[in-house]
């Protein structure tokens, strides 16, 4: 899985990243600062289990504080994008090459409205026309895709369009969906300039879903600014985000002078500081109050739970004392997509398990569970299967 960051130049996409990642990049006020996609490793934040089960774990690839475990997450922070990306304006062609492995999208924008598209300081730059615009822009790239390949679709069937759009992050069912949901004829493709471009949108929606990160909301006029927006799209996901602020407290909290954990709306001071370091502190406090965080971990959650609809789910080997075979407590969270079966799960750990599967153990109510059982966010499940 992989979630992109993404949005016009000079919006805080950088600092965004480095704060999640705590991946040292290039961060500055100029724009396309980002040229080729950095990549990194970043953590959502779930419920385990082990606090209600009384039990401590001990993860292998992630972190457990007090109930709450930090489930690691590839992410890429990708090139800066201008209006006309499509046409190859800036960097739009590398952007729409890198934004194709995407699974999600954040989008950073700049609320306060300081910045216009092209990433130049201005006195106000609308932040609804930052929403519509990447939309716009990657509608526009698939609509290309399919316009160049034109010739070998028309008057074919659906696999025509399907060979087509393999770059792309979507599956023939979906194609078939979309197609069906418009009314559009897949035997013999003989679509006009209207269906051609309300597919590819289309197309948009299924393969890049979007959270909207309304960046620098400690800025004035911020807080007016993001209110319209929810007004102006009430249907889109939108949070007010500080990423500058919890780039600081997450490098203070690595650096053992604060406690604080991704998604906390308030942090400790542990170790003493200069007039000039509370101060600053304090200044993070008073935004984070205002805005019950920096909201910066909840996009990444949202992203991952609502827009990818994931869900996470600990397999075991012992499901009495809920550790592998090593006697790890709950070592692995493995993210899965709602709907996911017994077999499912098998599969994804290893192959062979799936091939010789038997039966499946849920080990919170110590229930025999079929392949065909659908598990549910934050089970824990046992795989038992004929495999030496």
């Given at each position: 899985?992989?979630?992109?960051?993404?949005?016009?130049p000079?919006?805080?996409?950088?600092?965004?990243?480095?704060a999640?990642?705590m991946?040292?990049?290039?961060?500055?006020?100029?724009?396309?600062?980002?040229?080729?996609?950095?990549?990194?490793?970043?953590t959502?934040?779930?419920?385990?289990?082990?606090?209600?089960?009384?039990?401590?774990?001990?993860?292998?690839y992630?972190?457990?504080?007090?109930?709450?475990?930090?489930?690691?997450?590839n992410?890429?922070?990708?090139?800066?994008?201008?209006?006309?990306?499509?046409?190859?304006?800036?960097?739009?062609?590398?952007?729409?090459?890198?934004?194709?492995?995407?699974?999600?999208l954040?989008?950073?924008?700049?609320?306060?409205g300081?910045?216009?598209?092209e990433?130049?300081?201005?006195?106000?730059?609308d932040?609804?026309?930052?929403?519509?615009?990447?939309?716009?822009?990657?509608?526009?790239?698939?609509?290309?895709?399919?316009?160049?390949?034109?010739?070998?679709?028309?008057?074919?069937?659906?696999?025509?369009?399907?060979?087509?759009?393999?770059?792309?992050?979507?599956?023939?069912?979906?194609?078939?969906?979309i197609?069906?949901?418009?009314?559009?004829?897949?035997?013999?493709?003989?679509?006009?300039?209207?269906?051609?471009?309300?597919?590819?949108?289309?197309?948009?929606?299924?393969?890049?879903?979007?959270?909207?990160a309304?960046?620098?909301?400690?800025?004035?006029?911020?807080?007016?600014?993001?209110?319209?927006?929810?007004?102006?799209?009430?249907?889109?996901?939108?949070?007010?985000?500080?990423?500058?602020?919890?780039?600081?407290?997450?490098?203070?909290?690595?650096?053992?002078?604060?406690?604080?954990?991704?998604?906390?709306?308030?942090?400790?001071?542990?170790?003493?500081?200069?007039?000039?370091?509370?101060?600053?502190?304090?200044?993070?406090?008073?935004?984070?109050?205002e805005?019950?965080?920096?909201?910066?971990?909840?996009?990444?959650?949202?992203?991952?739970?609502?827009?990818?609809?994931?869900?996470?789910?600990?397999?075991?080997?012992?499901?009495?004392?809920?550790?592998?075979?090593?006697?790890?407590?709950?070592?692995?969270?493995?993210?899965?997509?709602?709907?996911?079966?017994?077999?499912?799960?098998?599969?994804?750990?290893h192959?062979?398990?799936?091939?010789?599967?038997?039966?499946?153990?849920?080990?919170?109510?110590?229930?025999?569970?079929?392949?065909?059982?659908?598990?549910?966010?934050?089970?824990?499940?046992?795989?038992?299967?004929?495999?030496?």
């Amino acid at each position: 899985m992989l979630i992109g960051i993404t949005g016009a130049p000079s919006k805080g996409k950088s600092t965004f990243f480095s704060a999640v990642s705590m991946v040292d990049v290039p961060i500055s006020p100029r724009p396309f600062t980002t040229i080729e996609p950095n990549k990194g490793i970043t953590t959502i934040t779930v419920d385990c289990p082990d606090k209600q089960l009384g039990i401590k774990c001990n993860p292998k690839y992630s972190v457990c504080n007090d109930g709450k475990r930090q489930v690691p997450i590839n992410i890429v922070d990708l090139a800066g994008l201008v209006p006309g990306a499509h046409e190859g304006r800036g960097l739009g062609n590398k952007f729409l090459d890198s934004v194709r492995n995407a699974d999600a999208l954040i989008q950073i924008i700049d609320v306060s409205g300081k910045t216009d598209l092209e990433g130049n300081f201005t006195d106000f730059n609308d932040p609804v026309s930052e929403v519509e615009f990447l939309t716009q822009e990657i509608g526009f790239w698939i609509e290309g895709i399919i316009k160049r390949s034109w010739s070998k679709i028309q008057n074919r069937n659906l696999d025509a369009i399907v060979t087509t759009l393999t770059g792309l992050n979507i599956s023939k069912k979906d194609i078939e969906e979309i197609i069906q949901d418009l009314g559009l004829s897949s035997e013999r493709i003989l679509w006009n300039e209207s269906e051609i471009h309300d597919f590819a949108f289309a197309i948009k929606d299924r393969c890049f879903p979007i959270v909207i990160a309304a960046n620098k909301i400690d800025y004035p006029g911020a807080k007016e600014n993001l209110k319209k927006l929810k007004e102006k799209f009430p249907d889109k996901p939108i949070f007010g985000t500080y990423a500058d602020g919890e780039l600081a407290l997450r490098k203070a909290a690595k650096a053992g002078i604060i406690e604080y954990h991704p998604g906390d709306n308030d942090f400790k001071i542990i170790k003493d500081v200069n007039d000039k370091q509370k101060e600053a502190l304090e200044k993070i406090r008073k935004v984070m109050k205002e805005n019950n965080g920096t909201g910066v971990q909840q996009v990444l959650d949202y992203a991952v739970f609502n827009l990818l609809n994931l869900i996470v789910v600990y397999p075991v080997s012992d499901e009495h004392k809920f550790t592998d075979n090593f006697g790890n407590v709950l070592p692995d969270a493995i993210l899965v997509k709602k709907g996911t079966t017994a077999i499912q799960l098998a599969e994804k750990i290893h192959t062979d398990l799936a091939k010789s599967f038997l039966y499946g153990i849920d080990a919170k109510k110590k229930m025999r569970i079929s392949k065909d059982h659908v598990l549910n966010n934050g089970d824990i499940v046992k795989i038992v299967s004929a495999a030496k």
